[in-house]
């Protein structure tokens, strides 16, 4: 079993910056990819950004260029830099891993772009 806490959310202004974290406990030799999805209300939940135990990532196109993934696989750690946020971005947004087997997912932390 994985475990994943998530922090960094919060309010900021359009334009603004926020870090999101999420560290990993538990059977963590195992993971494998790592990424960030988002929930706005009334939508479906969407990928944001993974990236791979060997450092590969992906984004969704809305976020390319803005958002960075990154990752700290000696401390089980997933980092979220979000530069140049948008009213658009605002939902809560929750880390996910996967072992090859089960996916894991955090409880989510909510990030508002408001002015």
């Known amino acids: 079993q994985v475990q994943l806490v998530e922090s960094g959310g919060g309010l900021v202004q359009p334009g603004g910056s926020l870090r999101l974290s999420c560290a990993a ?16 209300p ?14 590969s990532t992906n984004y969704a196109d809305s976020v390319k ?3 960075t993934i990154s ?7 997933v980092y979220l830099q979000m530069n140049s946020l948008k009213p ?14 089960l996916d894991y997912w955090g409880q989510g932390t909510q990030v508002t772009v408001s002015s």
């Not at 406990?25 to 706005?40: D, E, K, L, V």
């Not at 009334?42 to 450092?55: C, H, N, Y």
């Not at 990752?71 to 750690?77: C, E, G, L």
């Open 71 to 77: 990752r700290d696989n000696a401390k089980n750690t």
């Open 65 to 67: 260029g803005r958002f």
């Open 42 to 55: 009334g939508k479906q939940r969407e990928l944001v950004a993974i990236i791979t135990r060997g450092g």
């Open 88 to 101: 658009e971005d605002t939902a809560v947004y929750y880390c996910k891993a996967d072992d090859y087997v």
């Open 25 to 40: 406990s538990g059977s963590i030799f195992g993971i494998n990819t790592m990424g960030w999805y988002r929930q706005a």
